[in-house]
T-cell receptor, first 111, second 114 residues
Framework: QKEVEQNSGPLSVPEGAIASLNCTYS??????FFWYRQYSGKSPELIMF????GDKEDGRFTAQLNKASQYVSLLIRDSQPSDSATYLC???????????FGAGTRLAVHP | NAGVTQTPKFQVLKTGQSMTLQCAQD?????MYWYRQDPGMGLRLIYY???????DKGEVPNGYNVSRLNKREFSLRLESAAPSQTSVYFC?????????????FGDGTRLSIL
């Protein structure tokens, strides 16, 4: 059974701080990694994807991938209250783009 | 540009009733997916269609059927609804079936089975 694990949270950070969200996965053959943001009652929204080891930056977001250790993380710099949401980690597994989703980490950014 | 459109947005059914959830995408994507999301369990794949004319089971297919009507539309049918199928259902699409393609989601259907 291929698994993706995330701490459910809530992760509480003050406004302006760096939020660090982590995800581990069990399938060593996984090649693609995605971060989705989901506001309460809304649908998942893609914010980052990464395929290679190392860091990938997009604005205030940085995705980090370490395939040897089987973890992927998302850093949010200068966190804002509008970043408060559940963040879903998804790992590409299988030949037909079947994504395995973690249960998500709830982030709360307080003023 | 609507992206992925799901209908209805909300539905209440009685046990044993049937219904079809509709999904359409206007991004010319080849692959489409149906997920359910339950509290604390993340998104679980019910069925997917890698391309027009093909469908395959995902992680939790029991109690559901699907139809890929054409390239744009992918419907999910509950033949005899059960309370365990109370959930939020999301349809998604991706450009192709390759494992590095991101999926884009519709707004979801909130389904309650009494």
């Amino acid at each position: 059974q291929k698994e993706v694990e995330q701490n459910s949270g809530p992760l509480s950070v003050p406004e302006g701080a760096i939020a660090s969200l982590n995800c581990t996965y069990s399938d060593r053959g996984s090649q693609s990694f995605f971060w989705y943001r989901q506001y309460s009652g809304k649908s998942p929204e893609l914010i980052m994807f990464i395929y290679s080891n190392g860091d990938k930056e997009d604005g205030r977001f940085t995705a980090q991938l370490n395939k040897a250790s089987q973890y992927v993380s998302l850093l949010i710099r200068d966190s804002q209250p509008s970043d408060s949401a559940t963040y879903l980690c998804a790992v590409g597994s299988g030949g037909y783009n079947k994504l395995i989703f973690g249960a998500g980490t709830r982030l709360a950014v307080h003023p | 540009n609507a992206g992925v459109t799901q209908t209805p947005k909300f539905q209440v059914l009685k046990t044993g009733q049937s219904m079809t959830l509709q999904c359409a995408q206007d991004m010319n994507h080849n692959s489409m997916y149906w997920y359910r999301q339950d509290p604390g369990m993340g998104l679980r794949l019910i069925y997917y269609s890698a391309s027009e004319g093909t469908t395959d089971k995902g992680e939790v297919p029991n109690g559901y059927n699907v139809s890929r009507l054409n390239k744009r539309e992918f419907s999910l049918r509950l033949e005899s609804a059960a309370p365990s199928q109370t959930s939020v259902y999301f349809c998604a699409s991706s450009e192709s079936g390759g494992s590095n393609q991101p999926q884009h989601f519709g707004d979801g259907t909130r389904l309650s089975i009494l």
